[in-house]
């Protein structure tokens, strides 16, 4: 990730964001450029999109790919590569969505030590956030940290497995996340 080394206001930031072709994400004040991801994040998110997708249905709940932001008290708005809501309060803004019960990242090279830590430490602030899933590209690997009270429960799992995803009444096969990657 490339930042802008000047501070920009949450109000510049979105205004800019409106009319940029390219997406950006917004930390305290600085603006970083999004890098482009590889086949295989894209089919691991499509995929993803998919399983949960067909487990939603009709609900009430919303599932979001990597274009619509995340933000929380105008801290930060990132591009989650998935998340979903249920709160009706999201239903009001289309490129914006506050409360989000679970968010996703595929990790890539780039920004794998940020989504790990730093990234992790913000959406810990969004009180409606139940899990936070973390997906390899390079190998079948997905990190699951669950909010227990004030602690977050981590759970790996790994090829073979099934995996669990709590906040929605979720298990898949570890195979089904992965199938068609090169």
Known sequence: MI???????????????????????????LVYAMSGGTDNHDRIAFNLLKIIDDHLGDSECRFYSGNVRVNYQNEFYYYPDAFVTCDPRDRGDRYLKRYPKLIVEVLSPS????????????????????????????????????????????????????????????????????????
């Open 111 to 182: 920004t794998q030590a940020f989504d790990l830590d730093e990234k992790f430490r913000d959406y810990q602030k969004i009180a409606t956030l139940e899990e936070y899933v973390l997906i390899a590209q390079d190998r079948q690997w997905v990190e699951c940290r669950r909010r227990q009270g004030e602690d977050w429960e981590v759970v790996v799992y790994e090829a073979g497995d099934s995996v669990l995803l709590t906040s929605l009444g979720l298990r898949f096969e570890m195979n089904q996340l992965y199938r068609g990657l090169d």
């Open 3 to 29: 930042a802008v080394p000047n501070y920009v206001s949450p109000e510049e930031y979105l205004s800019l964001e409106l009319q940029s072709a390219h997406r950006h994400e917004y930390r305290r004040g």
